[in-house]
């Protein structure tokens, strides 16, 4: 007699085990997996399973490529029978169909397909390329899910939208092949050899490195590498790498241990430092919008402000950056530096020169 309940069981824990395409698994792989789960079966059952499970859901053995290939093929029916022959000593590879949705138990919910909107809106551009193939399906069946709906879970992402500080610019274009050697070289600890153009030079230079990983700023993607030569970590815009070839015959190497990690690094130099001293005491006379932007965001975590009849004086400790000088430019008449004396005059240089070019 047939267990009704057992069989379910079955039938859904292949469809959890079986991949989307380009993976696959084959009935004998499929057969290991249930045993381990603590399913009795055998080999004729999976795949008698699979073939029942195949026209019901966007499961695929490769059989329907095989045979568009065959129809199109102009080969003598001999070799067509050799052929067919050779493949079907292979065992068939299942997998989902390219377009197909993924199969879900439970169904996804409103909460999850929101957060797969967001990972798609935000963080796609942070993901290897085959991540994003493989989310691909899921994207799209948040996508539907909440375009079926019109809960308030559904309506949230019309109800959120995140702007750039400054002016809004368009993020440069990155080569694909590029991109997606690059992303692999960081996921695998590949060495890599990349032909770069440095901003303002006019030929590709080539350089042996060891991706260490990627920071994104201002819209541009950058990849932090050590290299291979000189030890230094570096950056490398991926918009002006040209191209990239792993070359797994040279040794990764690691960073210094000066940089720990990714993120002590970017710290330290994606602010573009400008040398000695590493930190000023800053101090600003501030007015008008100026002071509520360093009450409202704090600019240091040792810092005050401090009202005065004319404005309100700003204290704070802050890395000696060109960041810096930029957020004090962007501030205008708002601002005056007061402390340190040199950049002071540093800034009074400036204007002068400035002022030489608006007369």
Known sequence: MLDITSTFQRYLEMLKSIPHHPDYITANQLLEKLEKKGFTTNIRTVQRDLLMLKKVFEISSGDEEKSEKSE????????????????????????????????????????????????????????????????????????????????????????????????????????????????????????????????????????????????????????????????????????????????KKADYIKPLKKWINLHSYAEEKFGFPMGEPETLTLKLHLTGHAVISVTDCPISKKQSVVKSDDGSLLTAEVPNTLELRQWIRSLGLDATIIEPISLRREFKQELELLSKRYE
């Open 72 to 247: 199109k093929s102009e080969k003598s029916e001999k070799s067509e029978k050799s052929k067919k022959s050779k493949e079907s000593k292979q065992p068939k590879r299942w997998h989902y169909k390219p377009n197909s949705l993924p199969f879900m138990a439970p169904s996804l919910d409103d909460h999850t397909a929101l957060s797969f909107i967001f990972v798609q809106k935000f963080l796609i551009s942070m993901m290897p390329p085959d991540s994003i193939r493989t989310l691909d399906p899921w994207f799209r069946a948040a996508s539907q899910r909440l375009s079926a709906r019109r809960g308030n879970t559904a309506k949230w992402q019309e109800k959120v939208h995140i702007l750039t500080t400054g002016l809004p610019r368009l993020s440069p274009s990155i080569n694909p092949k590029v991109q997606s050697i690059v992303y692999q070289a960081i996921l695998n600890e590949w060495p890599l050899r990349i032909k770069y153009r440095a901003r303002g030079a006019n030929e590709n230079k080539e350089h042996l490195i060891s991706p260490l990983g990627l920071v994104v700023k201002g819209g541009i993607i950058y990849l932090v590498a050590t290299h291979n030569v000189k030890g230094d970590a570096l950056q490398f815009a991926l918009h002006r790498t040209q191209d990239a070839e792993p070359d």
